[in-house]
């Protein structure tokens, strides 16, 4: 069962879109359940001034990506790199059993993006998922 907030974030998600002329681009998947998130960010002094993101997942990885969003807007870099799964999933109010997983997609993201922007390339943080079965209720935002 999905608590208040994360229904929330699912039915309205935060800072949907793409940056074309981004200065760092992350993008992850798992592969367990064929979610995959992808995260442009625009950095202005070392901070974080602008971020959008385009998921094709479940709910929890929408939701999770949404409220990732809202947390790294205004951070600088290195808060931003931060924010761990268990970060976001604190943010929204916790994650049913099984879908706790979802977190990692935004956490990754985020990582992958602001490593883009730092070394100009790529580099995985390497979290692992879960093998839990993939959602039904997958769409895209
Ligand atoms: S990210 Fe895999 S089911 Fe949500």
Redesign the pocket.
Known sequence: MYGEKIIQHFLNPQNVGEIPDADGVGVVG?P??G?YLKVWIKVEDNRITKIKFKCQ??P??IATSSVMTEMALGKDLNEAAEISAEMIEEALGGLPEG?R??SN?GADALYEAIISHVFGGSARRGSETSN?S??ENHRQA
């Open positions: 798992d367990s359940c979610d997942g479940c929890a990885a879908k997983h979802c997609l839990s993939p959602d």
